[in-house]
């Protein structure tokens, strides 16, 4: 009798541990390329770049999440998400979407490093697979194109907007007949005690970034709202209204965007502020295991800059291996009116100044494991 009880007490610790283990996936992209691009700076001061070629890794990451059933329908949720850039030496541990949070019937709540809602809508209309490369619609949107800060080529450069949130906390709704809504803040950690403005070296001191979507019959419908303050003083914010749509068949798919994007306070160089709209369409077309890509988006004028719009087109074919891996070639074209500064989002060309035009090359693989 003695050793029935004993080995139920064991066959139940045994349930115990089973019930709580962690289920851990390791996923990733390798996503290369080969490109070649060629800069005209007719219009700019500063320095040129000239046209070169390289190899680029195009956002690859390698990530681990998990969840840990706790009973009751809540479950521990976890992410890892590390940048691979495995044309250098390069990569930054849980740069991407990381987080750790308890999900539920009524959601799910998280908080780490985080895509918002803005960034996802935006992500989610680009041809590209993941959104990325020369061609991405991160060139245009999200930024006020003539205010554009320079960046260092091949680097990221997208705006504030498209870029993942650190210190955040965010609630993920259910689904609930099509319909799904986030709400993420911004912790003012980098806030100052003495009220001084920090917006030197400091952007996104604060913030808050909200959105709903809808999907149905292969439609998707999607609006989002982002603010951050920039500084600990009134009036240095700028914020981002954006609004998308998309359809999905067995033939293709298309998108359509429209945004508006407001700055103040200095943030993104407006010393009296400013305020432009953009929009894109884009869409695939299926042929067996081929796709033909492309997409356009564009820059209007600005309120308070004359002649700082910016376009940018993509045309471009992926064939498929596999499921998992594809071949790729991208033709990206992004045009600068005279006072526009606007570059590639993803692997800029680092050209320095304004009223360039650019164009590039890529041809690549990509893997998702």
């Given at each position: ?37 060629q ?7 500063g ?12 956002s ?15 479950k521990a ?16 541990i ?17 908080m ?11 992500a ?12 991405a ?5 999200g ?24 210190n ?5 709704s ?11 803040y911004?912790?003012?950690?980098n806030?100052?005690?003495?009220g ?9 001191t ?7 979507k809808w999907?149905?019959?292969?439609f998707m ?8 303050q ?61 796709a ?9 004028e600005?309120d ?18 596999s499921k ?22 993803v ?18 693989l990509?893997?998702?494991?």
């Amino acid at each position: 009798m003695q050793k029935k009880i004993i080995a139920l007490a064991v066959a139940a610790l045994a349930s115990t541990a089973a019930f709580a283990q962690t289920n851990v996936t390791v996923y990733g992209v390798a996503d290369g390329s080969f490109d070649v691009i060629q800069i005209d700076k007719s219009l700019n001061q500063g320095n040129n770049v000239g046209d070169f070629n390289r190899v680029s890794a195009n956002s690859s990451y390698l990530g681990f999440k998990g969840t840990e059933d706790l009973g009751n329908g809540l479950k521990a949720v976890f992410q890892f998400e590390s940048s691979v850039a495995f044309d250098s030496t390069g990569g930054t541990i849980a740069a991407r979407d990381s987080y750790v949070g308890l999900s539920s019937a009524f959601g799910t709540v998280v908080m780490g490093n985080l895509t918002g809602p803005t960034r996802a809508l935006g992500a989610g209309l680009d041809v590209n697979a993941g959104a990325t490369g020369i061609g991405a619609n991160s060139g245009i949107i999200g930024k006020l194109t003539g205010s554009t800060p320079n960046c260092a080529k091949s680097a990221i450069c997208t705006s504030a907007f498209d870029t993942r949130w650190s210190n955040t906390i965010a609630y993920v709704s259910p689904n609930f007949a099509g319909f799904s809504g986030v709400a993420a803040y911004v912790a003012d950690e980098n806030k100052t005690e003495d009220g001084a403005n920090n917006t030197a070296g400091v952007l996104r001191t604060t913030g808050y970034d909200v959105g709903v979507k809808w999907e149905g019959a292969g439609f998707m419908a999607g609006i989002a709202y982002n603010w951050f303050q920039a500084g600990n003083l009134a009036g240095t914010d700028a914020d981002n209204l954006r609004l998308g749509g998309s359809y999905k068949g067995a033939w293709g798919s298309v998108n359509l965007m429209w945004e508006e994007t407001k700055a103040n306070g200095g943030v993104y160089g407006t010393s009296s502020g400013n305020k432009q709209q953009k929009w894109g369409v884009g869409g695939a077309f299926n042929i067996g295991k081929a796709a033909i890509i492309g997409q356009y988006y564009q820059a209007l004028e600005s309120d308070n800059i004359k002649n700082d719009g910016a376009f940018l087109a993509e045309v471009g074919a992926v064939y498929n291996l596999s499921k998992r891996s594809s071949l790729k070639a991208v033709y990206a074209y992004l045009d600068n009116e005279s006072a526009g500064r606007a570059d590639f989002g993803v692997n800029a060309s680092g050209v320095n100044g304004s009223g360039s035009t650019l164009q590039g090359l890529q041809l690549g693989l990509r893997h998702n494991f």
